[in-house]
DNA sequence: GGCAAGTTGAAAATGACTTTCATTTTCAAA
DNA sequence: TTTGAAAATGAAAGTCATTTTCAACTTGCC
């Protein structure tokens, strides 16, 4: 019998999509936003995926399901994602902005290998506890941070020590 | 008699930018380049600074003493200072790059705030602890992070607070 | 000095977003 | 339903911080 991998976790279910929606639609009537098609087929595709996804990666699922729509529209209902919690930004330092899920998720970190770019999530309370206690040593009312590590992954490690043979 | 403030550190003494220009010029030499003025120039300028520029801000201040020098001069050059550890780069996620001196620089961090663009240092040989526990654990080999809290500063959250009365 | 290799800087190119605008949709009131 | 004001869409144009190109200089080893 086939062994699962330890993080094949199951797809979003059915009722976290909905309440995703629901989040969304909530957001769109608070600011005076319309609901369009085009604006769920977006939420629906990026909440399938589980990867840090750039706008143009997100542009080319959202095509599969509907050739029609733009790029500029993924780009904007990112944007409308993020404002309402659903998506958060990740930068991973090589000049493409990211986004990930933001609702429902566990805080955490990433670690990221500059040579192939994939990357690896970590959890750290004692980070979110340092943002806490150097925003208070400095008068600062902090709202969020960024900690990633860069470095080579086990993979591209082997790669490199042994050169074109 | 004046109180000096306590963040009031003397500008790099000229043995230390003696010992600078020796990197850089070791550097020039183990990699086929050649040393010229405007690289000097360049070192020089970026040494006697304090901040975290902007290649645009670097710019300006090499312009000062040598107008001729352009931005690419200055923009290659900072290359070079990175790759030979006297620079390193700090992203502020606004859009911009930004370098700091390294050599000789203690391991430290960033507390941004979102509002003015100002920013304190602070230091914390935790998150240095970190990166190598969980380059360990994930058998990544470490090279460097990311750490840099947002928020607001003690001014703005002031002005914040009072509105346009 | 002579010249091969490297450097310079103005200008053009790049590329990831952002904005513009004419056209199409949405939705709440009639 | 119909209507029309407000909003959304997406192709194309604009921004802007780099990054590259290239013809005219410098450097530094002989």
Redesign the pocket.
């Known amino acids: 019998m086939l062994q699962k991998r330890i993080d094949d976790q199951p797809l979003i279910s059915r009722e976290m999509m909905r309440e995703a929606e629901l989040i969304l639609h909530n957001h769109?009537k608070r600011v005076?936003?319309?609901?369009?098609?085009?604006?769920d087929t977006i939420l629906r595709t990026f909440l399938e995926t589980r990867e840090h996804l750039?706008?143009?990666e997100l542009h080319r699922l959202v095509k599969r399901k509907d050739p029609?729509?733009?790029?500029?529209?993924v780009?904007?209902?990112l944007k409308l994602l993020a404002e309402c919690g659903l998506a958060s930004e990740v930068a991973f330092h090589d000049?493409?902005?990211r986004f990930e899920h933001q609702y429902n998720r566990r805080s955490h970190h990433h670690m990221v290998c500059t040579e192939c770019g994939s990357s690896v999530e970590f959890f750290s309370p004692e980070v979110d506890r340092l943002e806490q206690e150097i925003g208070r040593k400095h008068h600062y009312l902090t709202t969020r941070h960024t900690f990633q590590i860069y470095g080579l992954c086990e993979n591209c490690r082997k790669k490199a020590s042994r050169p074109t043979a």
Request: aromatic share 8%; no cysteine; glycine share 12%.
């Open positions: 769109l005076g936003l319309k609901h369009t098609a085009q604006r750039s706008m143009d029609r729509i733009g790029f500029t529209t780009y904007r209902t000049g493409i902005a």
